[in-house]
């Protein structure tokens, strides 16, 4: 029977033939599978995390709200996924790690092309990340792209131009590839968006739960990295847990935590 005509099965359907044989391994370490399937997971979750983000700022462009909120709700669901992930990569003890780590060489999670392309969604403009992606690589294209568009604050502000609120037009035509700078006219406005309680506030406080849910897994990757390697260089030339500390507690959405203080 020819391909075409065969019947879609559950393992034809997911490719399990090509996931299941993307493992791998580069030493005999049993920990090795563990740390790969680990990794590859991430990297589907990042994929649907793309795709859900840049069905949200459609969403939020168009006005639509309510769909919007369940969208969101679906992000920080993964979010949770990500974060609580990391409590299987961390049974992989110091010693087991050392096992097989010289094996991947100058491999890095900071060659995570789909991870910067999520920052830059997030908002992150910050061409040094471009280092380790060839001019004319399509991972580079990606990020540069990802960081040429409206982020994702730029969205929930068209969403609020389109629900009716006056925004300052400087907010809303600016340099997309540069980065957000708090506003004060924009706070001013999340004020009047707050005291109303209605949508916009509640879109407002899921993107405030969305950034809690990078920053605690921003958190809890630092401690794993320092569980695991301690103060060690990572692989691939990166400083490790040193630099991971110097992402923490940097929010995505800084106008959405400054109004606290105004309300």
């Known amino acids: 029977m020819a391909e075409q005509d065969a019947a879609v099965n559950y393992r034809s359907y997911l490719a399990l033939d090509e996931i299941l044989g993307a493992q791998r391994r580069r030493s005999e370490e049993h920990d090795e599978l563990l740390f790969i399937i680990v990794h590859q997971v991430y ?23 309510p ?27 110091p010693v087991q790690y050392t096992g097989f780590r010289a094996r991947l060489e100058t491999a ?8 910067r392309e999520l920052e830059a969604v997030f908002g992150r403009r910050d061409p040094g990340v471009l280092g380790p992606y060839p001019a004319g690589s399509a991972e580079r294209g990606r990020i540069e792209a990802a960081m040429s568009r409206p982020a994702l604050f730029d969205s929930f502000l068209r969403y609020l131009a389109a629900t009716g609120f006056d925004l300052p037009p400087e907010a809303l035509q600016r340099d997309f590839a540069a980065p957000w700078e708090p506003s004060d006219a924009v706070q001013e406005l999340l004020v009047t968006v707050y005291r109303q309680e209605g949508e916009g506030a509640q879109v407002a406080e899921r993107l405030v739960d969305i950034d809690e849910g990078i920053q605690a897994w921003r958190y809890q990757h630092v ?9 060690k260089p990572g692989t691939g030339g990166s400083s490790g ?15 959405l935590w400054a109004v606290r203080s105004r309300l």
């Not at 890095?108 to 991870?115: K, N, Y």
């Not at 110097?246 to 106008?255: V, Y």
């Open 67 to 93: 769909r919007a909120l369940q969208t969101m709700r679906r992000i920080l669901a993964i979010l949770r996924t990500v974060v609580a992930q990391l409590d299987v990569l961390e049974t992989l003890t």
């Open 223 to 231: 401690k794993m990295v320092e569980r695991t390697i301690g103060a």
């Open 43 to 65: 990297e589907l979750w990042f994929k649907q995390l793309l795709h859900e983000a840049g069905h949200l700022q459609e969403q939020l462009e168009e006005g639509q709200g």
């Open 241 to 255: 847990a040193a630099y991971l500390r110097t992402t923490l507690f940097t929010p995505a959405f800084p106008d």
């Open 108 to 115: 890095s999670g900071f060659q995570s092309g789909q991870f």
